[in-house]
């Protein structure tokens, strides 16, 4: 299933819904031209799209290919809009249509304006965890990174990404200062000053880890701004295994 959000611009609700109902004939053709079967609805302002998984969309690169396609087609008729998707996982059960479309939605609350097609399945745990937006786990986030954000929010955010990016880059201090284009001394003392500010060691592999999943749970919440994307080369346990690091 993939949710698709049209970013209206100050369009009246019945602007909005005449344009929802020109883009869906418009993918109902996109559709139609590939010989594709799918059902698309309207829901919440957004444009739903259950397909079926053919030979056309059986592998994960061929998902990924036909999405790019899809959103290619509608910012290239519609030029004035951003559009961000949401992809869900598959399933072989018609009874698991409405979990799809949960994961739908919950991947396309995480696109951006930095990746503006997700897919559910890339999230893995976070992808489930991020649908449990609670008291809990908002306290727990605060208690973790609240002295670092409240120090750093009227700073455009500087130590708070810094953090994020050396924390994505696996503790590697001379990979990160090239991901963001910073020197290595500098970015020395701002780690040195976000360890005092959250009294904490954030070198320390479960301190780190921690942090670095409260600050993926704000940016996927929108209440963090940061592009994701900015690593080198390192997969996911590489990065785990990197914390505590420093000076690699």
């Known amino acids: 299933m993939i949710s698709i959000c049209p ?16 883009l869906n004939k418009g993918i109902s053709q996109f559709l139609k031209d590939r010989k594709i079967n799918a059902l698309l609805g309207q829901k919440s302002g957004k444009i739903i799209i259950f397909l079926t998984e053919d030979i ?8 990924k290919k036909f ?20 992809i869900s996982s598959s399933s072989p059960r018609i009874e698991e249509a409405s979990q799809l479309y949960d994961e739908s939605i919950s991947a396309l609350q995480i696109a951006n304006h930095y990746q503006k097609i997700v897919f559910f399945e890339i999230l893995g745990i976070e992808g489930i965890i991020f ?6 786990l908002q306290k727990f986030i605060k208690k973790k990174l609240g002295t670092l954000i409240e120090e750093d929010k009227n700073k455009d955010m500087e130590l708070t990404k810094t953090l994020f990016h050396y924390l994505n880059n696996g503790c590697h201090i001379n990979k990160t200062a090239r991901a963001i284009n910073f020197s290595v001394t500098g970015l020395r003392y701002r780690l040195q000053k976000i360890n005092e500010l959250l009294e904490t060691d954030i070198n320390v592999p479960d301190v780190g880890y921690q942090i670095y999943f409260s600050l993926k749970l704000l940016i996927y919440w929108g209440e963090l701004d940061i592009d994701v994307r900015t690593s080198i080369d390192l997969s996911e346990e590489d990065r785990f295994n990197g914390f505590g690091r420093l000076g690699k």
């Open 131 to 136: 649908q449990m937006k609670n008291d809990p």
């Open 67 to 86: 999405c790019e396609a899809l959103h290619d087609y509608c910012s290239s008729k519609y030029p004035s809009h951003d559009f961000m998707f949401g």
């Open 56 to 63: 056309m969309l059986k592998s994960e690169n061929s998902k």
């Open 7 to 22: 970013n209206h611009q100050k369009l009246t609700i019945r602007d909005e819904l005449e344009f929802n109902d020109h």
